[in-house]
């Protein structure tokens, strides 16, 4: 087990200070907050989307030993929000570098037992929603789109595979293991994709997957 994790909520729009000052009242020390939008259905309230509308998408790496503290907080603070009010997953922080001092740094040997990935895909912009329906026909829920930019130069083109400058669309999609590889292999044959340069796609184990909101009864 790593030193750090990141915690990522993904929650209406405007709603991410709140997720920030209950991590902070519970022993975290700040965050960043995001803007995306999600995808999903509103037939779909899966994971990562939960309908189309603007939402906040809150990091926060602390440390391991108050994760669970952390994410208890947020889980019960948000009991008293609407029913499915959005998500809260954690990632390992293998490497955490603060200050520029290096403060973490630990190989996790048991990635194999996840249940759930979120796969990132970086695509040119205008083409995530392409992405999203190659997606859903593998099996995801939803998803989450952010608003980005390339910043590679012209010499690092070829090395990060990604092409210089344009806007991007990043696609977060959170989803259990076993349908991680139908879900890239259906990505990975769109048209939009097709040519070099054009999109690149990873997967990061996640863990503490909760759904946040008023709970059923």
């Known amino acids: ?9 993904i929650v209406p729009h405007n709603c991410g200070e709140f997720i920030s ?5 519970a022993g975290a020390s700040g965050g960043t907050i995001v803007m995306g939008r999600g995808t999903a259905a509103t037939t779909v309230l899966q994971m990562l989307g939960l309908g189309e509308t603007s939402k906040d998408i809150v990091y926060i790496v ?8 952390i994410v208890s907080a947020i889980v019960t603070s948000c009991e008293a929000k609407k029913k499915h009010f959005g998500i809260l997953f954690s990632i390992d922080t293998f490497t955490f570098v603060k200050s520029g001092t290096e403060v973490g740094g630990v190989e ?5 037992q996840k249940s ?4 990132t895909i970086i695509v040119n912009k205008g083409y995530a929603e392409d992405v999203m329906a190659a997606a859903r026909k593998a099996g995801a829920g939803g998803g989450t789109i952010i ?3 390339g910043t590679a ?18 696609v977060l999609i959170l989803t259990e293991r076993e349908k991680v590889s139908a879900i890239l292999e259906s990505v990975k044959n769109l048209a939009c994709l097709s040519e070099p340069g054009s999109g690149i796609a990873y997967c990061t184990p996640t ?8 709970k059923t009864v």
């Open 153 to 170: 130069r012209e010499d690092d083109a070829t090395f990060f595979g990604v092409s210089i400058v344009p806007e991007k669309e990043m």
């Open 21 to 25: 000052n209950v991590a902070n009242k």
């Open 116 to 119: 759930h990935q979120m796969i």
């Open 207 to 214: 863990d503490d997957f909760s759904m946040l909101g008023k």
């Open 108 to 112: 996790d040997m048991s990635l194999e």
């Open 62 to 69: 602390v440390d391991t030993a108050k994760k669970q503290d």
């Open 147 to 149: 608003n980005a930019r």
């Open 1 to 9: 087990m790593s030193q750090f994790c990141l915690l990522v909520s």
